[in-house]
């Protein structure tokens, strides 16, 4: 039987699979490795609001029906956390437009931005409060307006 041979071979130029957002096999392999939850800013500041006994939920879904994920969930008191990315979604300080195949990636950005702003709308409408912080933002600064959103809340009800 012969053998069979992988259709990227050192001899062939890579070729990007169709409909690929991919300047090259090297940027494609750079780009699924990037992380769409766990980053570090998410982890410490999950982990100082454990230290200091709130408990909630990760990754997880604020609405059934609302195919969205918030970072960090309160649902007893309908707090979505979010830790947006200043790539991703477009920081006003930290966000370098790229230079390779800009067109697609500013118009992916535009599109993070809006579902984002629709994501608040939705969720506020349903009666939660959203709460949104940047990558760069102190982890310190973000569990102290966390907390005090939680505890206000859980105060409030009867």
């Given at each position: 039987?012969?053998?069979?041979?992988?259709?990227?071979?050192?001899?062939?130029?890579?070729?990007?699979?169709?409909?690929?957002?991919?300047?090259?096999?090297?940027?494609?392999?750079?780009?699924?490795?990037?992380?769409?939850?766990d980053?570090?800013?998410?982890?410490?500041?999950r982990?100082?609001?454990?230290?200091?006994?709130?408990?909630y939920?990760?990754?997880?879904?604020?609405?059934?029906?609302?195919?969205?994920?918030?970072?960090i969930?309160?649902?007893?008191?309908?707090v979505?956390?979010?830790?947006?990315?200043?790539?991703?979604?477009?920081?006003?300080?930290h966000?370098?437009?790229?230079?390779?195949?800009?067109?697609?990636?500013?118009?992916?950005?535009?599109?993070?931005?809006?579902?984002?702003?629709?994501?608040?709308?939705?969720?506020?409408e349903?009666?939660?409060?959203?709460?949104?912080f940047?990558?760069?933002d102190?982890?310190?600064?973000?569990?102290?307006?966390?907390?005090?959103?939680?505890?206000?809340?859980?105060?409030?009800?009867?």
């Amino acid at each position: 039987m012969p053998e069979q041979r992988d259709q990227h071979t050192e001899n062939q130029p890579w070729i990007p699979p169709e409909g690929s957002w991919a300047s090259s096999a090297g940027r494609r392999r750079n780009m699924q490795a990037i992380r769409s939850r766990d980053t570090k800013p998410e982890r410490l500041v999950r982990s100082l609001l454990h230290a200091q006994g709130l408990r909630y939920r990760v990754a997880a879904k604020p609405l059934p029906g609302l195919r969205r994920t918030a970072d960090i969930v309160f649902r007893p008191t309908k707090v979505a956390v979010f830790i947006d990315g200043c790539y991703w979604h477009g920081c006003p300080e930290h966000y370098v437009p790229p230079k390779t195949n800009s067109g697609y990636w500013s118009d992916k950005v535009a599109r993070n931005m809006a579902r984002d702003r629709d994501t608040d709308e939705q969720l506020r409408e349903a009666g939660w409060t959203v709460l949104r912080f940047w990558e760069h933002d102190p982890a310190d600064e973000c569990v102290v307006k966390i907390a005090a959103t939680v505890s206000r809340l859980r105060s409030a009800k009867p």
